[in-house]
């Protein structure tokens, strides 16, 4: 079942014009992957919904330009050099981003009194 966030999701997808004519069921794929991700990483257990439509996008949008480097940390194509991180992690601009969602892990409020 596709959740109304994914569909929202998969309609912003298709307006980037590299995303114009891409296969549904690969772009639900990604997005799903990157909003997996984002819940991983912010220590969320739920779908912030439309407050993070453009992060998820963007997120989907970056794992898909990684696809089919996975191990590569430097790329020459011509005169332009292409470097990323070893470990594979996304763009540190989209690594701050998350990081507004980010919840605190291991913090007991009533502990803290």
């Known amino acids: 079942m596709?959740?109304?966030?994914?569909?929202?999701?998969?309609?912003?997808?298709?307006n980037y014009p590299a995303f114009k004519n891409v296969n549904d069921d690969y772009l639900r794929t990604i997005l799903e992957d990157a909003l997996a991700y984002?819940?991983?990483?912010?220590?969320?257990?739920?779908d912030p919904g439309e407050a993070v439509d453009s992060l998820i996008c963007d997120i989907a949008r970056s794992m898909h330009a990684r696809m089919g480097m996975e191990g590569v940390t430097r790329a020459k194509d011509g005169e332009i050099m292409r470097v990323w991180s070893d470990n594979g992690a996304l763009d540190p601009a989209l690594l701050k981003r998350m990081k507004a969602y980010r919840l605190v892990v291991g913090v007991n409020a009533t502990s803290a009194i």
């Not at 596709?2 to 298709?14: D, I, Q």
């Not at 984002?38 to 739920?46: A, I, Q």
């Open 38 to 46: 984002f819940l991983d990483y912010t220590h969320r257990g739920e």
């Open 2 to 14: 596709t959740s109304e966030h994914t569909l929202r999701r998969l309609g912003r997808m298709h």
